[in-house]
């Protein structure tokens, strides 16, 4: 949590302000593969945004993660569900509009304490952490709205059904670059809501999945999916 918390001091003063007033952590300016766009008119005025220009919010009196997205993948295998934009789309089915180290910040806010990434050495040992519910919500091509469980989104490639189990928060890993000192969040190189099982996930499935490609278990649900550049929200918040 210290090494998030320190991040999020590299903000904007008054971005810094508005999250102190709010008594939420803030989180890092995005750069790199996980950089953003201004974002349009806030869609959540009465949330609170925790980038002026990621679209990223926390309902504190529902203790819920509101991030916005596409649509990246409507037919394929995947290696993860969401991943930040213009990292993974290949391999996701929803890329967000906002990097991997504001979304762990955001679950932090709402009370929750990250566990342990997958290991492989020497041996596999499952990722662990607070169980995570993730819903999918958008609008269909009539504009009605619509809504369902992540795991509704996605298939296995063995039993044809749903993805049958819950994410944790695992909470990624940080890489410190020898020259200059300087720690990176991992998970904002795409590996925000995995499938196949990373060290850098920030949410991690707690059962054995390959990433080989020759060996992946989850492609995308092709009939419940909507089409691609879909813009849909993800809600975060405890399992309940």
């Not at 320190?6 to 890092?28: K, T």
Request: glycine share 8%; with cysteine; proline share 8%.
């Amino acid at each position: 949590m210290s090494r998030i918390l320190r991040l999020v001091r590299g903000m904007a003063p008054a971005l810094l302000g508005f999250a102190g007033a709010a008594g939420l952590p803030c989180a890092a300016r995005a750069e790199g593969p996980a950089q953003v766009a201004a974002a349009p008119a806030d869609r959540h005025p009465d949330l609170t945004r925790l980038s002026p220009s990621a679209e990223i919010w926390i309902d504190p009196a529902r203790k819920e993660v509101i991030v916005g997205g596409a649509i990246a993948l409507d037919r394929g295998m995947i290696e993860v569900f969401a991943c930040p934009k213009h990292t993974k789309e290949h391999e996701a089915i929803v890329a967000t509009n906002a990097p991997a180290r504001l979304v762990h910040a955001a679950l932090l806010a709402i009370g929750l304490e990250p566990g342990r990434p997958v290991s492989f050495d020497p041996d596999y040992a499952a990722a662990q952490g607070p169980a995570v519910e993730v819903l999918v919500r958008w609008h269909d091509a009539a504009g009605r709205p619509q809504q369902r469980r992540a795991q509704e989104l996605i298939r296995s490639t063995d039993t044809r059904a749903a993805l049958d189990a819950d994410w944790v928060f695992a909470g990624s890993v940080f890489w410190k670059d020898p020259t200059d000192g300087q720690e990176f969040y991992q998970a904002d190189g795409g590996d925000l809501i995995c499938v196949s099982n990373f060290p850098t996930a920030t949410l991690d499935l707690p059962i054995e999945s390959s990433q080989a490609n020759d060996a992946l278990l989850f492609e995308v649900f092709e009939d419940r999916v909507p089409p691609r550049g879909t813009e849909v929200e993800l809600v975060l918040s405890a399992k309940r």
